[in-house]
Antibody, heavy 124, light 108 residues
Framework: EVQLVESGGSVVRPGGSLRLSCAAS????????MSWVRQAPGKGLEWVSR????????SYADSVKGRFSISRDNAKTSLYLQMNSLRAEDTALYYC?????????????????WGKGTTVTVSS | SYVLTQPPSVSVAPGQTARTTCGGN??????VHWYQQKPGQAPVLVVF???DRPSGIPERISGSKSGNTATLTISRVEAGDEADYYC???????????FGGGTKLTVL
């Protein structure tokens, strides 16, 4: 069974740091790019970051660029999100998702498998 | 940055057809994907590449696109379809993923 399990969420003070992890199983991890998507309480989905299959290519939402860093360890089939300089507006449920990059008339990308999420609360 | 616009809510009676839209500049040259999120659950992909369905998604759920608007249609709506629905595209020029604001489907 394909499974993504996030961990590492907690309560942290503004300006603090946190590292989220996502353990993948049930598929060949290094065949896929991966993303982090977050959802603030009562709000919609917000894409945070993505990484390609071998970690050579990463991208970030403007709201987290320079503060967050995505990485992966294919040997451990795990995805990570290092979050620094945390702000109250980073409070959210953070989902790990498996990307699917395909080509028809053009390249397109979507998230075909999602974890259940881990909660990050930034508060003093 | 690229913006996708969805109506905040749509309501429909059981057995009827629900339609929700997703608009964006030049969306005709992008593939649109749709997710269903029920309360307290993670999102689930229901349509990819405008109109394809992943395995396990009922044929009652379909996607289409015309001009600058993509549409998710749910036929013969059931109480279990009550959820938030999000559209999504990938802006390849920036390598950014973009979600619409979401539409809450209420089954009356």
């Amino acid at each position: 069974e394909v499974q993504l399990v996030e961990s590492g969420g907690s309560v942290v003070r503004p300006g603090g740091s946190l590292r989220l992890s996502c353990a993948a199983s049930g598929f060949t991890f290094d065949d896929y790019g991966m993303s982090w998507v977050r959802q603030a309480p009562g709000k919609g989905l917000e894409w945070v970051s993505r990484i390609n299959w071998n970690g050579d290519d990463t991208s970030y939402a403007d709201s987290v660029k320079g503060r967050f860093s995505i990485s992966r360890d294919n040997a451990k089939t795990s995805l990570y999100l290092q979050m620094n300089s945390l702000r109250a507006e980073d409070t959210a449920l953070y989902y790990c998702a498996r990307d699917r990059l395909r080509y028809s008339t053009w390249y397109y990308l979507y998230m075909e498998v999602w974890g259940k999420g881990t909660t990050v609360t930034v508060s003093s | 940055s690229y913006v996708l616009t969805q109506p905040p809510s749509v309501s429909v009676a059981p057995g009827q057809t629900a339609r929700t839209t997703c608009g964006g500049n030049n969306i005709g040259s992008k593939s649109v994907h749709w997710y269903q999120q029920k309360p307290g659950q993670a999102p689930v992909l229901v349509v990819f590449d405008d109109s394809d369905r992943p395995s396990g998604i009922p044929e009652r759920i379909s996607g289409s696109k015309s001009g600058n608007t993509a549409t998710l249609t749910i036929s013969r709506v059931e109480a279990g379809d009550e959820a938030d629905y999000y559209c999504q595209v990938w802006d390849s020029s920036t390598d950014h993923v973009v979600f619409g604001g979401g539409t809450k489907l209420t089954v009356l």
